[in-house]
């Protein structure tokens, strides 16, 4: 993906276009004030991917910590079925937030 670097003034005064390579050319586009990058805009569709590639990656970590801490003997084993129901209920927390926000 190509990057398309604006400085905070030619990202407010050419708007329309800076849109336009984030979404019809498919570039990520970095925003930079005093020389130094921001903000970054991408597509939403790029974002969400981002952000459930995050969430997976997370619980991943969840699952790995979990299993130390078993190891270790400081929990007891869960099952797949509550861990299922906790995932679930994670998942939905997230989804409560991102409503009221």
């Not at 991408?42 to 078993?70: F, N, P």
């Amino acid at each position: 993906m190509e990057v398309v670097i604006m400085n905070s003034e030619q990202a407010r005064r050419e708007w329309r276009e800076m849109l336009d390579h984030a979404y019809m050319d498919n570039q990520e586009v970095v925003i930079e004030r005093y020389g130094k990058p921001i903000v970054a805009v991408i597509k939403y569709a790029q974002w969400q991917k981002t952000q459930d590639r995050l969430e997976e990656l997370e619980l991943i970590l969840g699952v790995r910590t979990a299993r130390a801490r078993e190891a270790a003997g400081e929990t007891k084993p869960i099952s797949h079925d509550d861990l299922k129901q906790l995932l679930i209920e994670r998942r939905n927390q997230g989804a409560a937030a991102n409503v009221g926000a």
